[in-house]
């Protein structure tokens, strides 16, 4: 029996028919925020209400603690100097990992106003640090501590390392979450979970095109969930984006027509390619971790060049 189910058959390029789900681990509240780390051959992940990050030895296998207490980390991402980028609940701030082991702050306010919970980041080729910031780690004590929003929105924002500049590129969104370039780039897809405070928001992924000076411009809605949350995604080299949801990740061709699912035992909360050719997909879900081998690797790898 297949762990995937095909809905159009570009969805059967993407997968390896007989690949198997694989739960690598469990004994998380609530799995977020993968990132593979190539030097380390390991993927970090978060396991929020626990106020850890975990660590899974992609060669060994074993499963242990990476950091604790971590500020209730969210999401990750890799810089281009292989630092590790987090976003801080409990901080309420994005931090990133040195490589002599200690975490800096790299953004906490905006004009002045403390951010509400950085929940997902994302770094664009040119350095810069592109982050959401719902309120899900202020609005109470399970995934963070509960405090007032001081800015007035829940933003997306663009952060240069170089200069320290932090600009709200995208003020239009209820609850951005999850986000992912294109492989060209010149797409920034923004996934909103605001139906978690506005009855009946439409739960799913905008894509905006990104200006040349980082600006973003409204472009379309490019998927609807039928089924929970968006939450986080990623997107391979050929544009495919591969998504979280209630019951399943799932992948939809860059003309936004959904191609097919893996059904997970677990709400799905976000995903990451990891592996030596990083066609392996990390998938945190609630209790778990989970992988599955796919024909198809990240964007932004250039295995022509190795
Ligand atoms: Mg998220």
Known sequence: ??????????????????????????????????????????????????????????????????????????????????????????ARRVSRLEHDGRWIALADRFEGRRLNSPNDVVVKSDGSIWFSDPTYGIDGFYEGALA????????????????GRLTAAAKDRVRPNGLAFSPDERVLYIADTGETHVQDHPRAIHAYNVGPDGSLRYDRV????????FDGFRVDWRGNLWTSSADSVRAYAPDGALIGRIPIPEIVSNLCFGGRHRNRLYITAQTSLYAIYLNTHAAGWRWDQR
Request: charged residues 25%; contains cysteine.
């Open 148 to 163: 007032e929003p001081e800015v007035g929105g829940c933003y997306v924002y663009r952060f240069e390392p170089a200069t």
């Open 1 to 90: 029996m297949s762990d995937f189910e095909i809905l159009d058959p570009r969805f059967k390029a993407l997968i390896i028919g007989h690949a198997k789900l694989e739960r690598l681990w469990a004994g998380c509240r609530w799995a977020e925020g993968p990132v593979y780390a190539p030097a380390a051959k390991h993927v970090l992940w978060s396991d929020i209400p626990n106020d850890r990050v975990l660590r899974y030895d992609e060669k060994g296998g074993a499963v242990s603690v990476f950091e604790t207490p971590c500020g209730y980390q969210n999401g990750h991402a890799l810089d281009g100097d292989g630092r590790i980028v987090a976003c801080e609940h409990g």
């Open 222 to 229: 490019f998927a609807v969930s039928d089924a929970g949350f």
